[in-house]
């Protein structure tokens, strides 16, 4: 069951303006009655002020006058009318300077391992772009002639089971196929 905004400082408001049981704000708070208890004697929570559940939203008069007048009868929590905001998507994946080196190094590992990848997948795997990926490929990235085939985990650019992931995804396996002798 969810619970209040600031639920002691809302079981204060409760004790002081309400004529509810223990067990009702107890229930409602998600405290425990002798909490509850503690707070009407003047043991607990001396310092805080009480909050009005009916100004924010979250009760109404008619719900705490329903439950004064049934004892067994327990406050439900009103759904919110306020519209929250959607979630950001994630931006770019942020590689630390002495890592950056290494990007071509672990597109050129999946590439030649993975060629069933697409680039946007490795692009997202290792917060690369997909011009950069068309260059290694190529071999007209501006530093070809050191790129060595690495691997990504291992290299820190991304977690293992990501990688699963995006190849199972793909519709490989994870097998890693021997390295050719004429590679080297």
């Not at 997202?124 to 190529?138: E, P, Q, S, Y």
């Not at 070809?144 to 991304?158: F, Y």
């Amino acid at each position: 069951m969810p619970q209040p905004l600031m639920p002691k400082a809302t079981a204060v408001w409760l004790i002081d303006k309400t004529s509810l049981s223990f067990e009702q704000i107890a229930d409602f708070v998600g405290m425990h009655p002798l909490e509850i208890q503690a707070i009407a004697d003047g043991e607990v929570a001396q310092g805080i002020v009480g909050f009005d559940p009916v100004a924010s939203g979250q009760l109404t008069r008619e719900e705490i006058a329903r439950c004064e007048a049934d004892s067994g009868a327990r406050l439900t929590l009103q759904e919110s009318t306020i519209v929250l905001p959607k979630a950001r998507a994630k931006g770019g994946r942020y590689t630390p300077v002495s890592k950056r080196n290494d990007r071509p190094d672990g597109i050129a590992w999946l590439l030649r391992n993975y060629p069933m990848l697409s680039d946007a997948t490795v692009a997202k795997l290792l917060g690369t772009t997909k011009d950069t990926i068309a260059k290694v490929r190529d071999k007209t990235h501006w530093n070809s002639a050191n790129i060595k085939p690495r691997d990504p985990v291992i290299l820190g650019l991304c977690t293992q089971s990501d990688l699963n992931a995006a190849v199972s995804a793909a519709g490989g396996s994870m097998a890693i196929p021997p390295p050719s002798e004429d590679a080297a």
